[in-house]
């Protein structure tokens, strides 16, 4: 039998996007690395946010060398851990973090959703927001810290692997379905972008490579990461999903509590056992 997707015509030049512009588009838009964006249009937000998993590929590999090197020269799990989680802070100018303070102020408002909307777009934190990001950040920095006790590769490997998942969270939140809450802004731009059929592919090569990534440390520790990869994704999932009953769809702020939920969750995970 024929998949009834092969029957569709090709889309228009101007329907497309190449590969090359979906990755500016993506290291643009998630993080301050170099990339001039050449395209901000629909079609490159599709390429874009299912390249996001690469993005967080650079971030995770770059945050993993001052730590690395910390933690070689003597300065201990703790401040390895501690640098390793402000370098993502800086490669995203807090982008992430600010989203998650921005969403915790405003499902902790208890307004409607165009009030909690105008909280959220506020330029000031709340106090839902200051205690979400305390706890993140001591939650991410002291699981790390348990990785790098252990060594420094598997301290390594674990921020990589938070890092990557939290970004394909974003990937599978800028799924076909998922209404933007606002017309303007990041959320509107990438909601709704990117195929069911490339969100489960993105997704499936993503929890592939982490599992081969941990497999020389024994088939426990791979089964380890493919779990954390999941638990990451199902935490941001049931976060999307409450964002979107509250908001009636997703923002740019949405997304970045997405991402740091996500990356949470997995160094929770593999802090474990």
């Not at 165009?114 to 991410?140: C, N, T, Y």
């Not at 252990?150 to 799924?175: E, F, H, I, N």
């Not at 509107?188 to 059929?197: N, S």
């Not at 997703?250 to 997304?255: E, H, P």
């Given at each position: 039998?024929?998949?009834?997707?092969?029957?569709?015509p090709?889309?228009?030049?101007?329907e497309r996007?190449?590969?090359?512009?979906?990755?500016?588009?993506a290291?643009?838009?998630?993080?301050?690395?170099?990339?001039?964006?050449?395209?901000?249009?629909?079609?490159?937000?599709?390429?874009?946010?299912?390249?996001?998993?690469?993005?967080?590929?650079?971030?995770?590999?770059?945050?993993?060398?001052?730590?690395?090197?910390?933690?070689?020269?003597?300065?201990?799990?703790?401040?390895?851990?501690?640098v390793?989680?402000?370098?993502?802070?800086?490669?995203?100018?807090?982008?992430?973090?600010?989203?998650l303070?921005?969403?915790?102020?405003g499902?902790?408002?208890?307004?409607?959703?165009?009030?909690?909307?105008?909280?959220?777009k506020q330029?000031?934190?709340?106090?839902?927001?200051?205690?979400?990001?305390?706890?993140?950040?001591?939650v991410?920095?002291?699981?790390?810290?348990?990785?790098?006790?252990?060594?420094?590769?598997?301290?390594?490997?674990?921020?990589?692997?938070?890092?990557?998942?939290?970004?394909?969270?974003?990937?599978?939140?800028?799924?076909?379905?998922?209404p933007?809450?606002?017309?303007?802004?990041?959320?509107?731009?990438?909601?709704?972008?990117?195929?069911?059929?490339?969100?489960?592919g993105v997704?499936?090569?993503?929890?592939?490579?982490?599992?081969?990534?941990?497999?020389?440390?024994?088939?426990?520790?791979a089964?380890?990461?493919?779990?954390?990869?999941?638990?990451?994704?199902?935490?941001?999932?049931?976060?999307l999903r409450?964002?979107?009953?509250?908001?009636?769809?997703?923002?740019?702020?949405?997304?970045?509590?997405?991402?740091e939920?996500?990356?949470?969750?997995?160094l929770?995970?593999?802090?474990?056992?």
């Amino acid at each position: 039998m024929t998949d009834s997707t092969d029957d569709r015509p090709p889309l228009p030049p101007e329907e497309r996007a190449t590969l090359a512009d979906g990755i500016r588009f993506a290291f643009g838009t998630l993080t301050v690395l170099p990339a001039r964006i050449t395209r901000w249009d629909r079609p490159a937000a599709r390429t874009g946010m299912a390249c996001a998993p690469l993005a967080g590929l650079a971030v995770g590999l770059l945050a993993t060398v001052p730590g690395a090197l910390l933690l070689l020269l003597g300065g201990g799990p703790l401040l390895a851990a501690a640098v390793t989680v402000a370098v993502p802070a800086a490669l995203t100018r807090g982008l992430h973090l600010d989203g998650l303070a921005d969403t915790a102020d405003g499902l902790g408002s208890a307004k409607p959703a165009e009030d909690a909307l105008r909280i959220m777009k506020q330029s000031d934190i709340g106090p839902f927001g200051v205690i979400s990001l305390l706890l993140v950040l001591l939650v991410q920095t002291a699981a790390l810290a348990n990785a790098y006790a252990d060594s420094w590769s598997r301290g390594a490997l674990a921020a990589v692997t938070a890092a990557v998942t939290a970004r394909l969270a974003m990937t599978l939140a800028s799924r076909e379905g998922v209404p933007a809450a606002r017309p303007g802004g990041l959320g509107a731009a990438v909601a709704g972008v990117v195929p069911h059929r490339a969100a489960a592919g993105v997704a499936a090569l993503v929890l592939a490579a982490a599992t081969l990534a941990a497999l020389p440390a024994g088939p426990l520790a791979a089964a380890h990461h493919a779990a954390a990869v999941l638990a990451g994704l199902l935490a941001a999932e049931l976060l999307l999903r409450r964002c979107v009953r509250r908001f009636d769809g997703v923002t740019g702020d949405v997304f970045g509590a997405l991402c740091e939920t996500a990356a949470t969750t997995v160094l929770v995970v593999l802090a474990l056992g």
